[in-house]
């Protein structure tokens, strides 16, 4: 299957600071992206959808303005946590469109850690 | 709000047994259904997708569909320990790759 890479795995950060997280397809190319957020033990939940060259589009309850989503090329998608607090300590994972049916593929997730 | 659910588990199986994994869904429009398994701190692994009614087979997983019930499920036949974790059901609507996860079974495959 195709290949989403997501980088970096884990990262820690302090209280207030920014941190962005990059979301690759490395053998196709992608115009939509997704964003999702996993605390422990509970199920994927979109955050929003990342379209290359426009806005992207957020579910209800999340706040654009601290998760900014840029989506500037068909490969790249990055997603920055902004004045990020320790409730924003979660598993954070990356999708794009495959080339079969409606088929996604998964980034390996990364680990945020506020302290 | 369009939901896909799960039970949490933990749903214990012994070596070899098959387990059944299920799922409902409440949106009519939902066109595909993908089951992936994850294991503790990874991200989800695609196991099968399927979007037609009926059974599709593919080595020791069977994903069984059923719109008019709106009934999506997993059977893992000869389980190993290695199956052990979680599976995820999801689903999509037709000419998207936004899905919607249920919360996840949580599968024990006791040696």
């Known amino acids: 299957g195709a290949v989403v890479s997501q980088h970096p795995s884990w990262v820690i950060c302090k209280s207030g600071t920014s941190v962005k997280i990059e979301c690759r397809s490395l053998?196709?190319?992608?115009?939509?992206m997704f964003w999702y957020r996993q605390f422990p033990k509970q199920s994927l939940m979109l955050m929003a959808t990342?379209?290359?060259?426009?806005?992207?589009?957020?579910e209800q309850g999340v706040e654009k303005d601290k998760f900014l989503i840029n989506h500037a090329s068909l490969t790249l998608s990055t997603l920055t946590v902004t004045s990020a607090h320790p409730e924003d300590s979660s598993f954070y994972i990356c999708?794009?469109?495959?080339?079969?049916?409606?088929?996604?593929?998964f980034g390996q997730g990364t680990r945020l850690t506020v302290v | 709000q369009k939901e896909v659910e799960q039970n949490s588990g933990p749903l214990s199986v012994p070596e070899g047994a098959i387990a059944s994994l299920n799922c409902t869904y409440s949106d009519r429009g939902s066109q595909s259904f993908f089951w992936y398994r994850q294991y503790s701190g990874k991200s989800p692994e695609l196991i099968m997708f399927?979007?037609?009614?009926g059974d599709k087979e593919d080595g020791r997983f069977t994903a069984q569909l059923n719109k008019a019930s709106q009934y999506v499920s997993l059977l893992i036949r000869d389980s190993q320990p290695s199956d052990s974790a979680t599976y995820l059901c999801?689903?999509?609507?037709?000419?998207?790759?936004?899905?919607?996860f249920g919360t996840g079974t949580r599968l024990k495959v006791l040696a």
């Open positions: 999801a689903g999509t609507t037709s000419g998207t790759y936004k899905y919607i």
């Open positions: 399927i979007y037609s009614n």
């Open positions: 999708s794009a469109g495959g080339q079969t049916n409606t088929e996604a593929f």
């Open positions: 990342s379209n290359e060259g426009s806005k992207a589009t957020y």
């Open positions: 053998d196709f190319q992608a115009t939509t």
